[in-house]
Structure formats: C-alpha cells, structure tokens
C-alpha cells in the first residue's frame, strides 16, 4: 500500500489551517475531558456528603438519650451517701457541663472536617495541567 502524498496545491497555507484546526480539536477534547472530571469528582463529592450528613443524623439521634444518661450519671455521682435530696452538683449544672464537653468535641470534629475539605480539590487537575503544557507548546512554538 504507497502512501499518498498530499496534493500540489495545499501549500503552506492548507498545512498551517490543517494545523490550527487540529489544535482546536485538540483544546475541545480536553474541555470535554475537564468536565467529565469535573462530573465525576463532584458525584464523588456528593455521595460522599450525603453519606456524611446521613449517618451524622442517626449518629446525633443516638446521641440525645446517651447525653441523658450521661448527666443524670454525674449527678447520681454528686450525691453524698447518706442524703440523696442534697447533691454535690445541681442537675442544671450536670447538664451545662457534659453540654460543654460535647460542644467542645463538636467542635474540634467541625475543624477536623473543614481542614478536610480544605484539602480537597475538585477541579481536573490532570486534564487543566495538560491543557496548559498544549497553550505553552503553541506560544513557545509559534514564537520561533
């Protein structure tokens, strides 16, 4: 099988629009690589939220009986042996306390969570760095 050669009369010209038409397909190419990226982290983002807020809810529902017990424990503990009408700590207090310690946990899992996020980057990272290697390619080419 010989291989063609290209006709006479696509002279430099046809070349240089033959290849500014590639390079356009090229740049589209990697925009639609992008953006399925794009779909794809952000599926992955939203499964991953709802699955988070889902068992954070059933986790908080479970919490409120043991929060309960929890304080209705401390003040059991603050009564003194012999007297159970007079404790160490009035049950408003018992429950002010162990409200302050799960704030405080609450609290420091928030930050844990943002810092997470913080260091999660959704966009395509791999298809953007590729797309910028192809614009230096034509500026330092087209320089020459």
Request: hydrophobic share 45%; with cysteine; aromatic share 6%.
């Amino acid at each position: 099988m010989a291989i063609e050669a290209p006709p006479s009369d696509q002279g430099l010209a046809g070349l240089v629009k033959g290849i500014v038409s590639d390079f356009g397909d090229l740049i589209k190419k990697q925009f639609q690589f992008a953006n399925a990226e794009l779909k794809q982290d952000m599926r992955k983002t939203g499964e991953a939220s709802w699955s988070l807020a889902i068992g954070g809810g059933v986790a908080l529902l479970g919490l409120f009986p043991l929060i309960l017990m929890l304080v209705h424990l401390l003040h059991w503990l603050t009564l003194p042996s012999g007297h159970p009408e007079t404790a160490g700590l009035p049950l408003w207090a018992c429950h002010g306390l162990v409200g302050l310690v799960i704030t405080a946990v609450g609290a420091a899992l928030l930050l844990k969570g943002k810092k997470k996020f913080d260091s999660f980057n959704p966009l395509p990272d791999k298809t953007l760095q590729s797309l910028k290697e192809n614009l230096e390619w034509t500026t330092t080419t087209s320089s020459k």
